[in-house]
């Protein structure tokens, strides 16, 4: 088998849909613009990209009409290069690498630019419900607002709002001091003359979050503080066969060791990195001692709360620049985002294995387990 290995990493700053900077590029412009910076700073040659592959969770209006193929004209790839557009809603940009990897294993293709974009300015979810059948009477267990969601994995663990607060604040923390400290520099991309995260609020604190209405339930404990906001936001990873990296010179960021996806139960659909955690850990015959830096997605505080524990990882390990509560959820973007992080990561604090997971609308989880290459 062939293996697969992350050779870039580059992103938009993720600004707030509707409200942010970035509201008036159209998603298209916006990956394009990324994929040029991936492809100029990795060195890759063009020619040899066999496709584009690019998650997006919701294909509608200027998001529909195959984005991967769009950018490849868009962003000066050579004729050959085909595009793809895969859909695991909050999982699609991991899906994309996962899509890679396999296709990398088989040798169905050596080079792959692999991402994701959202612009949620654009989209209906977290404005409007959702217009789409399963929401209807007939199916009441199949789609639940994903706010209510982490008001039952809160239940469920019983994770108070004092303590999902403290979390959003850590988190805001973090991401505030890494971009002070400039540790963004090499993954932001300039887009339309925006260079920087448009969601971090160094100033959260318990006292000003208290005050914050509940959003979801008004029994409840989950506000706009402790969910990820509505983000506008577009990310890539170069993925090739670890011998085509080698021989043309690419910087290898990290080795794609083994990858997950299971369902849970779509009420608490923000359980769902537990099982895919465990299935990809279990692929890598690794437990979960051995990974040194996690990227979980802060789709809401509770579910992250919930989910470290359960799995049992030190919070420490655990999105050390900040994560989604803070620098936002462009849902097709962020499992490209979590990935190329964690390898990224792996090579600034020089540790083995890294693991990226998130949760998935409907009742899902997605994992990727990662290695150094040194
Ligand atoms: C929770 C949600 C409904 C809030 O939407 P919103 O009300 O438009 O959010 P806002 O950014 O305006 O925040 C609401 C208020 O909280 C404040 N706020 C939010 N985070 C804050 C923080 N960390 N510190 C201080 N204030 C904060 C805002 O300033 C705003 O205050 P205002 O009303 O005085 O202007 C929306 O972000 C959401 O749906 N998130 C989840 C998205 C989702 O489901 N993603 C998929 C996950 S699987």
Request: with cysteine.
């Amino acid at each position: 088998m062939k293996r697969a290995v992350i050779a870039g990493y580059s992103r938009s700053p993720f600004t707030m849909a509707r409200k942010g900077e970035l509201i008036d590029v159209k998603p298209v412009n916006m990956f394009a613009e990324v994929v040029k910076n991936l492809v100029s700073k990795t060195k890759v040659n063009p020619a040899d990209i066999e496709d584009i592959v690019v998650g997006c969770a919701f294909q509608v209006g200027e998001q529909s009409f195959n984005i991967g193929k769009l950018t490849t004209f868009l962003s000066g790839m050579e004729i050959h290069t085909s595009g793809m557009t895969v859909d695991r809603w909050c999982g699609s940009s991991m899906e994309a690498i996962h899509v890679a990897a396999g296709k990398i294993a088989m040798g169905a293709g050596k080079v792959f630019v692999c991402g994701g974009v959202e612009s949620m300015t654009r989209v209906t979810t977290g404005f409007e419900p959702i217009p789409y059948p399963y929401t209807d009477k007939e199916n009441p267990n199949v789609y639940f607002s994903m706010g209510i969601t982490a008001e039952n994995v809160a239940k469920r663990y019983k994770i108070s709002r004092t303590e999902q607060q403290e979390f959003a604040i850590q988190s805001h923390q973090k991401a505030n001091e890494a971009e002070v400290n400039g540790k963004f520099k090499n993954e932001i991309v300039e887009i339309a003359g925006c260079t920087k995260d448009g969601n971090i609020r160094p100033k959260s604190n318990q006292e000003t979050l208290d005050g914050l209405k509940l959003a979801f339930d008004q029994e409840g404990t989950v506000t706009a503080a402790t969910s990820s906001p509505l983000t506008d936001g577009a990310a890539a990873t170069l993925i090739c066969e670890e011998s085509y990296a080698k021989e043309n010179g690419l910087e290898i960021l990290a080795r794609i060791v083994s990858t997950g996806v299971k369902g849970c139960e779509p009420d608490v659909m923000g359980l769902g990195p537990i099982g895919a955690t465990k299935k990809a850990l279990e692929r890598a015959n690794l437990s979960i001692n051995d990974i040194d830096i996690v990227e979980i997605n802060e789709a809401f505080a509770s579910q992250s709360i919930a989910c470290l524990k359960d799995l049992g990882i030190d919070k420490k390990k655990a999105n050390l620049d900040g994560g989604a509560l803070a620098l936002g959820h462009p849902l097709g973007a962020t499992g490209a985002r979590i990935t190329g992080k964690a390898a990224d990561l792996l090579r600034r604090e020089n540790k083995k294995y890294a693991l990226s997971t998130q949760c998935i609308g409907l009742g899902m989880g997605i994992a990727t387990v990662i290695e150094s290459v040194n």
